[in-house]
């Protein structure tokens, strides 16, 4: 399974897949330790293909990850913002009932 693949998938169709190669590798696995196996890179090529799919949705789940964090900062900087105007309000509301 080639990288841009796996990107065109979507995280569920990922971690499906993921659950599928377990299961192949754990096959491969046992048949290669009852008998040897006509491929016996099957066995590392499937190992790949986890970890290429298992960086795929960390890498996916770390940006939305980011994007959320970035969009509390934003919010939490327009509160520090709005925060000396409303204290300079109230100073000129205290002005004027003087």
Known sequence: MKSE???EMT???IK?????????????KINHNVSSLENPMKIKYARR?????KTEV????SESAVGE??????????????KPAVA???KEEQVTSE
């Open 5 to 7: 693949e796996i990107r």
């Open 11 to 13: 995280i569920a169709e």
């Open 16 to 28: 499906e897949r993921i659950e599928n190669e377990k299961e192949m590798l754990l096959k491969l």
């Open 49 to 53: 293909t986890i970890a290429r799919l």
């Open 58 to 61: 960390t890498k996916r789940e």
């Open 69 to 82: 964090s970035a969009g509390k900062k934003e919010t939490a900087k327009a509160v520090a913002v709005e």
């Open 88 to 90: 300079e309000v109230e």
